[in-house]
């Protein structure tokens, strides 16, 4: 609450109190989710029916896209959540934001339910909650110029009644992302795609989040420029002291932006730990041979690698394997694999685990 | 080694309502018989249109190949007749695309798709195309061919159909293989998949691979040597080896500092290369990497500079190759 | 502007900001004038607008009166010619532009609105007001569009304003069938997604995201539609289900038209030629809008 009449005095003074360092002290300050982590998950769910027949329809079975995940996000921290298509990273971010139902399972924010809320309730939440896409062709309205595209979250919340600041905040938020103010008189279509970035980036920032779900935010961009976009990222968590849930295929960026990384296959998180101890020593054997598969750019390196790819295909969730999803490609699986789900176990201090064979078969 | 393929001066445009878009805008370089090339490059640097040239599958309009030569086993393709060009597309030359999906005829089996191209290029019969369809199968690892030959395109995943397309281009024992892209849209465990297979059947039927990917890491792994392309030009040629130890030209030094690495822990921030590629319809006489680059000087903004040999085997279009050399500390 | 490092603060050279900056109505007027087609329709539609507009200025003679020679072919006097009852054949050409213009564009009008307005909601919302909207959808769907037009007519009896309602909503559901395939497929975008996340409410997402995503087909959509309105008039007149015959409309001079067409051509072949005019104007006109909506969306490769 406090917080949130600071803002009301200070949202006059465009310019002054956002861009002030000690905003990040400011946040993690404030608010009543000191005790607790900011977002806690816990044993979410979401199964997609798969319908049958024109006149009447019948639920021929579930996709299990998200199947009981649990983990927490701590203030200030980011978090990857990496994993191959169909593993549900995305549908994860989506009922995060409330964007998706959950089938079951709960949302804490700040410790407020947000899987209890109504569509009217949950507005106030949305300003603290925000997310950048993958795509930045399809991610911005193309009828509308990119000052009407930033301006428009704070016109919802109503954040800034008056017309001349509204625009000197959109213009303050244009250069906070790298872009010039006249950047607010394009059409996206007039930009490139690392600069429509920056305005999915602006737009999030127009409302003042504490927590950003970041979806392949770029993943689409070529490497050059993806580049500029992951600094502007690192530098508004540092500067502003966003959360951040980074969602990605790419485990060389998520090794870069992320302090702690869930790895998911399937619908299930397989292995969770810290980055410095997923990548060092990694346990879970889809992590491992995840990390194998991944080229390195430095051809000495690549020569010196012994590289076998991985066996099989990634199943389809309409017909996810029994028991432990990742036994049929697995190279540790035992009979007893297939039979029953290993629970997400924390093997070492402070790194999880869903695996009942890696400890009896230490890593060469 | 004997060369395969030799593309010189090579120019491709379009006409848009906008200008012409000088995608290709000069190119040459050589293919040798067995060998692994890769051209790499962010979106729109023209790689991709370079090697639809050499497919001559270059739509026109509003694409035209301007000027220039490509010689293929001692044959200039842009002198051929549409009908030579398709008999030598199919026999000795094969695509592989980046979208599997598009690229297979939805409504055909995979069995008849293979069994035609074997029949109309190399005469087999019937049956003679069915069991050379299922070792075809088998040779990229598709078990039981005997089920997959009669089943459609949407039955398979993407790394399924991936391996039928690998198939196809193999199908007529090709010399030269381009692949456009081929595992940017597959899952990183199948991609590797994907990659290995192309490897060890390149290496094992002596066939040379044009590799187009914009994943710097993919070619260190799967290249010999390595052409890096920026705004329709060959900017530096290579090994692999001697491109990625001691980058001489300012952008391919500038993509490697600016992607992250699986292999190492986040030691600094990145080092992005700072503006974005140039419009092509608009370039200017000078250096088209000029206005990004760190080291630019004078002559960058009025001359374009040409490939030169900074070492044995590796060229470089940089007039100040001598700077970028000294800012790596004179090689280690 | 500390966050601005570097990297960033180079994005925007100065060379992209010079980026020829024009709005859409200049486009738009660009894409006409190029066009050849689009440039005549509007010429000719311009002519008619400003005939209806200026009818009593403009037609030499009342429409209604009787006292001319009657059948006369076309002369000096009479430009197009007089009808069985010796009235002036272009004045009631000029005055029935009023009428056919008034109908075709006004059923349009709402048409398009209320079609959008079942279409965004069947769309947007789903569910049950999807099903109930699109059941009478498909009802509509099944007659042919005149069928209802004339059945409406019947039961609601002639005269300008029964006519105007008649084919507009014989015209609901073809906008509220495309409109809501539109919504479908905007619906599941990013941007929307990213409105939703934003907390914005169904009324503004709707307003200001899906709907002005959805309108170049539905423009494209009207323009067919307008030529087809004036036809719609046209033959309900011809049949006698139009508006009065003191009043002039096209429709009703060419049905006059018909008994004489092998003594007195021109009753007939006039107003059929003004109707052929205008739809082709209004169709080239839609052309290019078409043209123009794609350019913007082919833009995006370069």
Redesign the interface.
């Known amino acids: 609450m406090q917080r949130l009449l600071e803002y009301e005095s200070g949202c006059g003074l465009a310019g002054g109190w956002f861009m002030n360092g000690d905003t990040a002290a400011m946040v993690k300050k404030a608010g009543p989710g000191e005790d607790g982590p900011l977002l806690e998950v816990r044993g979410l769910k979401k199964y997609f029916p798969v319908t049958e027949g024109i006149i009447r329809r019948r639920i021929i079975s579930q996709v299990k896209a998200v199947d009981g995940i649990s983990f927490t996000i701590e203030t200030g921290e980011t978090m990857g959540l990496v994993g191959e298509s169909g593993c549900g990273k995305t549908t994860t971010g989506l009922c995060i934001l409330k964007l998706e139902t959950p089938t079951a399972g709960t949302v804490l924010f700040r410790g407020e339910d947000l899987s209890t809320l109504n569509t009217r309730q949950m507005v106030p939440w949305r300003r603290k909650l925000q997310v950048i896409f993958q795509d930045p062709f399809s991610s911005l309205n193309p009828r509308m110029k990119v000052g009407r595209i930033i301006v428009d979250p704070i016109r919802v919340h109503r954040l800034i009644p008056d017309n001349h600041k509204q625009e000197a905040r959109v213009a303050e938020l244009l250069g906070l992302c790298g872009l010039s103010p006249g950047m607010a008189d394009r059409y996206p279509h007039e930009m490139s795609g690392g600069q429509r970035q920056r305005v999915g980036i602006a737009r999030a920032l127009a409302t003042n989040p504490e927590f950003i779900v970041c979806d392949e935010a770029v993943s689409a961009l070529d490497v050059s420029i993806q580049a500029q976009i992951i600094n502007l990222l690192e530098d508004l968590r540092d500067q502003l002291g966003i959360t951040y849930l980074f969602i990605s295929h790419d485990l060389s960026v998520v090794r870069h932006l992320c302090q702690r990384v869930a790895v998911m296959y399937l619908g299930r998180i397989v292995e969770m730990t810290t980055t410095e101890k997923l990548f060092k020593d990694p346990l879970h054997p889809y992590t491992r041979i995840l990390l194998a598969a991944i080229p390195i750019p430095d051809p000495d390196i690549e020569a010196q690698r012994d590289f076998t790819p991985a066996q099989g295909e990634i199943p389809s969730p309409m017909a996810a394997p029994s028991g432990c999803v990742f036994h049929p490609r697995c190279p540790l699986a035992v009979a007893g694999c297939s039979r029953e789900r290993p629970p997400l176990r924390e093997l070492r201090p402070g790194h999880h685990v869903a695996c009942t064979q890696v400890e009896l078969n230490p890593i060469s | 080694m004997a060369i395969l393929l030799e593309v010189t001066d090579l120019h491709t445009h379009f006409s848009t309502p906008f200008g012409t878009v000088k995608a290709v805008n000069g190119i040459t370089y050589t293919v040798n018989e067995g060998e692994t090339v890769a051209i790499v490059g962010e979106s729109g640097c023209g790689k991709s249109v370079g090697a639809l040239s050499i497919m001559g599958l270059i739509a026109d309009p509003p694409g035209k190949i301007e000027n220039g030569h490509i010689r293929f086993m001692g044959e200039d393709l842009l002198t051929l007749t549409d009908e030579q060009l398709r008999r030598l597309r199919g026999r000795r030359l094969a695509m592989i695309f980046q979208e599997p999906m598009t690229s297979l005829n939805p409504l055909l089996t995979i069995g008849r798709q293979l069994c035609e191209s074997l029949q109309t290029h190399l005469g087999y019969t019937r049956t003679e195309a069915v069991n050379r369809a299922a070792e075809l199968l088998a040779m990229v690892g598709i078990a039981d061919g005997g089920r997959r030959l009669k089943q459609y395109p949407h039955h398979l995943s993407g790394g399924m159909r991936q391996r039928i397309m690998i198939a196809l281009a193999l199908a007529c024992e090709p010399k030269l293989i381009i692949a456009d892209e081929p595992t940017t849209a597959l899952d990183v465990t199948i991609q590797a998949q994907i990659l290995e297979l192309m490897k060890a059947l390149t290496r094992r039927l002596n066939v040379a691979l044009i590799l187009i990917t914009h994943n710097l890491g993919v070619v260190a792994r799967y290249a010999d040597r390595v052409n890096v392309m920026y705004a329709g030009k060959i900017v530096e040629t290579g090994t692999a080896r001697q491109v990625y130890a001691l980058p001489s030209h300012p952008y391919t030094l500038g993509l490697m500092r600016s992607v992250p690495r699986v292999d190492q822990a986040r030691l600094q921030r990145l080092i992005p290369i700072p503006g974005q590629p140039p419009d092509l319809t608009r370039l200017g006489r000078g250096c088209s990497y000029g206005p990004r680059c760190d080291f630019k000087t004078d002559r960058c903004d009025d001359e374009s500079p040409s490939l030169v040999e900074t070492a044995a085997g590796q060229c470089s279009a940089c007039w100040n190759t001598k700077a970028v050399a000294d800012s790596l500390g004179g090689g280690s | 502007?500390?966050?601005?490092?570097?990297?960033?603060?180079?994005?925007?050279?100065p060379e992209d900001?010079s980026?020829l900056?024009r709005s859409r109505w200049t486009d738009w007027w660009l894409t006409v004038m190029h066009d050849k087609k689009a440039l005549a329709g509007l010429v000719i539609l311009a002519v008619f607008v400003f005939m209806g507009l200026f009818a009593p200025l403009i037609a030499p003679y009342d429409p209604n009166d009787m006292e001319y020679e009657m059948l006369a072919p076309p002369s000096r006097s009479h430009l197009l010619g007089t009808d069985d009852l010796g009235r002036d054949l272009l004045s009631r050409i000029i005055h029935g532009t009023r009428i056919s213009f008034f109908i075709g564009f006004t059923t349009v009008a709402l048409a398009l609105v209320s079609g959008v307005f079942l279409g965004l909601t069947a769309g947007y919302y789903g569910g049950w007001r999807d099903h109930l909207i699109m059941r009478y959808i498909d009802l509509q769907w099944a007659f042919p569009n005149f069928i209802i037009a004339v059945y409406m007519v019947a039961v609601f009896g002639t005269g300008i304003f029964n006519l105007t309602i008649a084919i507009s909503l014989a015209y609901v559901d073809d906008f509220a069938r495309l409109a809501r395939g539109m919504v479908l497929t905007i619906k599941q975008?990013?941007?929307v997604?990213?409105?939703?996340?934003?907390?914005?409410?169904n009324t503004?997402i709707m307003g200001?995201?899906v709907l002005?995503?959805a309108?170049a087909p539905l423009i494209v959509q009207a323009t067919v539609s307008v030529s087809y309105a004036i036809l719609a008039e046209a033959a309900l007149s011809f049949l006698g289900l139009g508006v009065e015959s003191t009043t002039p409309t096209w429709g009703l001079i060419l049905a006059e038209g018909r008994s004489f067409i092998s003594r007195a051509w021109w009753v007939g072949v006039f107003p059929g030629l003004a109707i052929m005019l205008t739809v082709l104007s209004i169709n080239f006109l839609g052309d290019a809008l078409r043209d123009f909506m794609d350019?913007?969306e082919t833009?995006?490769l370069?």
Do not use: F
Request: hydrophobic share 40%; aromatic share 6%.
């Open positions: 502007m500390q966050l601005a490092t570097d990297d960033a603060s180079r994005v925007d050279s900001v980026l900056r975008e990013p941007y997604m990213a409105a939703r996340a934003m907390g914005a409410s503004r200001t995201y002005p995503n309108t350019v913007r833009q995006d370069m």
